[in-house]
């Protein structure tokens, strides 16, 4: 995806989630947090904010729009 970059592998790391965990704290499946680690996933404000929150990490630390 152009211009866009996720950040979300390292912050979730340190959070010591795995993707499954993540994905069960923000309501989506395991695929969709994998999908955003490749940046192959454009998230929803309201998602983005239930990550941010989740992994303690400002949004735009962990999304990127060029």
Known sequence: MDGF????????????????????????????IMRLEKAQYNPSLKLAVDISR???APIEEIFIFE
Do not use: I
Not at 11 to 25: M, V
């Open 5 to 32: 970059t996720c950040n979300l592998k390292p912050f979730r790391q340190a959070k010591g989630l795995t993707q499954g965990q993540l994905a069960d704290l923000v309501g989506v499946r395991r695929e969709t």
């Open 54 to 56: 989740a992994v303690g």
